[in-house]
């Protein structure tokens, strides 16, 4: 029998952290971040699983709003994660001073001495590069490379665009995968700013305007 959406759009709890972690970690597997952060492929999809823990863990599930997508097999099983968008709205801030003290003496181990300044300096230049105004950033969005190719992404992306526009909020992005950027330009989002990180790639930023 094949998967059937059980629900869409819900906003996660502490339970559904393991679920996140795991999804966002299969689907950014190859992104160019993590292939420069975790160059060791058999050590980057756990690595990348424990990362997307402590992101969401203790910033963007108590803190922001995250949104998942569930499925199941058959109507007797229970449903899975298959797609989680990591926010950060506007009255609050997942990556703060308080999440960042909590999370740094985990850093070491995953990024490794040699990069953990590059890797600062790259989420530093991320952060300037934000609108100065009230707005939605989304940090991350992924879907289960399992069920790619079934509109989940679109449909969790714009439950949160529908909110950004009810309340005239823009909302900003960005990315480092440059096949990810038509993705985005389809939902409405701008290319505003290149930024090439030697060794690392070119970040792309996107902003999307409240409709």
């Known amino acids: 029998m094949s998967s059937t959406v059980t629900s869409t759009a819900r906003f996660a709890t502490m339970d559904d952290v393991p679920g996140v972690a795991r999804v966002l970690s299969r689907s950014c597997y190859d992104d160019p971040l993590l292939r420069w952060l975790i160059p060791d492929d058999d050590l980057r999809m756990a690595r990348t699983r424990r990362f997307f823990a402590l992101v969401s863990g203790f910033g963007y599930v108590p803190a922001g709003e995250t949104r ?110 440059d096949k990810c950027v038509g993705f985005y330009e389809r939902f409405g989002f701008d290319v505003v700013r290149e930024v090439e990180h030697p060794g690392v790639g070119t970040t792309t930023f996107l902003r999307r305007d409240p409709v």
């Open 68 to 177: 998942v997508t569930t499925m199941s097999d058959g109507p007797e099983d229970a449903p899975t994660i298959r797609a989680a968008a990591l926010w950060a709205p506007p009255h609050s801030n997942p990556e703060g001073r308080l999440v960042a003290l909590r999370t740094w003496p985990h850093w070491v181990s995953l990024v490794g001495r040699a990069n953990l300044g590059a890797f600062v300096r790259l989420f530093a230049e991320w952060k300037l590069a934000a609108p100065q105004e009230p707005h939605l950033y989304l940090a991350a969005l992924g879907v289960d490379p399992a069920v790619e190719g079934q509109g989940i992404a679109g449909g969790l992306l714009t439950a949160e665009l529908d909110r950004a526009d009810s309340e005239s909020l823009p909302v900003f992005t960005q990315t480092l995968d």
